[in-house]
T-cell receptor
Framework: EAGVTQFPSHSVIEKGQTVTLRCDPI?????LYWYRRVMGKEIKFLLH????????ESGMPNNRFLAERTGGTYSTLKVQPAELEDSGVYFC??????????????FGNGTRLTVT | SQQGEEDPQALSIQEGENATMNCSYK?????LQWYRQNSGRGLVHLIL?????REKHSGRLRVTLDTSKKSSSLLITASRAADTASYFC???????????FGAGTRLAVHP
């Protein structure tokens, strides 16, 4: 089966610009997660979709971040306007079941975002 | 704040030696998972241990869980150069469906 794919793999933008990251989960996986790792620190949870609904968006840093999952398939994460502290690696992951029940997450390779 | 805290932050060993990484967490959990990340790649699930389990094995991996101390350890036996990667523990708290990661342990295995 195809894994989780993320696009682009790298993005370099200037402060104040807009960037949209895309994630295609494994087909059939209802659960989709976004995580971020900044400067070698811990990997932080951003949000969790179940199909097209936001189940938990408690990790979204502020209203400059907007995540969508159209039709419960792929997801996008838009940062507008980008700030320097948004730099980091953004990971998408999907799972068939929920983490609480023990379903492992399948991760994409991440998008490395650099805001200059 | 994040749940998992790995110890040590970095570990350098020779091939054939065992590598032990520790993880502590703050709240009660449903399960705890260990993931591996090779440089520039995504995280790969290694092993899961549930809150009612104390030890689990998978190939050269051995995971222990001590819920009284809120800690877990990952042991890689007979390490290989290909085991060089970052290793993360991730806790799933009761009532939630998200993994809470720590900062990871960078393992370097030298031939």
């Amino acid at each position: 089966e195809a894994g989780v794919t993320q696009f682009p793999s790298h993005s370099v933008i200037e402060k104040g610009q807009t960037v949209t990251l895309r994630c295609d989960p494994i087909s059939g996986h209802d659960n989709l997660y976004w995580y971020r790792r900044v400067m070698g620190k811990e990997i932080k949870f951003l949000l969790h979709f179940v199909k097209e609904s936001k189940q938990d968006e408690s990790g979204m840093p502020n209203n400059r971040f907007l995540a969508e999952r159209t039709g419960g398939t792929y997801s996008t994460l838009k940062v507008q306007p980008a700030e320097l502290e948004d730099s980091g690696v953004y990971f998408c992951a999907s799972s068939q079941g929920i983490s609480g029940a023990g379903s492992p997450l399948h991760f994409g390779n991440g998008t490395r975002l650099t805001v200059t | 704040s994040q749940q998992g805290e790995e110890d040590p932050q970095a570990l350098s060993i020779q091939e054939g030696e065992n590598a032990t990484m520790n993880c502590s967490y703050k709240t009660s959990i449903n399960n705890l998972q260990w993931y591996r990340q090779n440089s520039g790649r995504g995280l790969v699930h290694l092993i899961l241990i549930r809150s009612n389990e104390r030890e689990k094995h998978s190939g050269r991996l051995r995971v222990t869980l001590d819920t009284s101390k809120k800690s877990s350890s990952l042991l890689i036996t007979a390490s290989r150069a290909a085991d060089t990667a970052s290793y993360f523990c991730a806790a799933v708290s009761g009532g939630y469906n998200k993994l809470i990661f720590g900062a990871g342990t960078r393992l370097a295995v030298h031939p």
